[in-house]
């Protein structure tokens, strides 16, 4: 499936409170200096274009959301949208998700992790990479905070079948459980620009969803 290309940044608009680098991020965690508050923080892996991010953000004013983008220029892309909308309560990091869930996280922090549609990186000598592995998950659950929940879609079929196999494996959490399928009521009604791509390809999502166990 082609991909637009991304229309540019206005080099006047101000990122510095919705873009951050890793390094940039507060030590030891303090969610006061991104949000300038305490409130029920999510968490997305892999923002892309920021759509999940800012529809989010928006529709619960009472949660903080934080995304995680490795690519610059979709990092950039994406906050710039939370920027034009207003949207103080969400913001882009720029870099690897790995990173920030081992070393700065605390535990049980979050509320939910989102992850649509990772890369499934096909060459099996590359399986290695792919984001769904148990020390990455395992980190997941530990920065959940009680009946917390992880929403993972992909459209590899393969990929979320290994992907619940290790989340059994090697975490306590509770799942999965069905995450059905809504339909969109205008063109942006989406989860991500992924899924709208996907959907409108007549190709199918596979969602889950599990959650931390009470206590």
């Not at 990122?15 to 030590?27: A, I, Y």
């Amino acid at each position: 499936m082609s991909r637009r290309a991304l229309a540019k940044v206005d080099p006047a608009l101000d990122l510095s409170r919705h873009l951050r680098t890793v390094d940039q991020l507060p030590r030891p965690w303090d969610a006061t200096q991104l949000f300038g508050r305490v409130a029920p923080l999510q968490l997305e892996v892999g923002s892309g274009k920021g759509l999940f991010l800012r529809n989010a953000a928006a529709a619960k004013g009472d949660h903080d959301f934080l995304g995680i983008e490795v690519s610059r220029k979709f990092a950039r892309y994406a906050a710039a949208q939370l920027v034009t909308r207003q949207l103080d309560n969400a913001c882009l990091v720029q870099g690897d998700a790995n990173r920030v869930l081992a070393e700065l996280l605390p535990d049980a922090v979050l509320t939910a992790v989102h992850i649509y549609f990772p890369d499934p990186w096909w060459k099996k000598r590359h399986h290695k990479r792919r984001l769904m592995n148990a020390r990455f998950l395992q980190h997941v659950q530990r920065t959940l905070a009680a009946g917390g929940q992880l929403h993972f879609w992909t459209d590899v079929k393969s990929y979320f079948n290994q992907s619940l196999e290790v989340l059994q494996q090697e975490t306590d959490l509770v799942g999965p459980f069905e995450a059905p399928q809504s339909e969109a009521e205008h063109p942006m009604d989406y989860r991500t620009h992924f899924e709208r791509r996907t959907r409108l390809h007549d190709r199918p999502v596979y969602r889950s969803t599990f959650r931390k166990r009470e206590g």
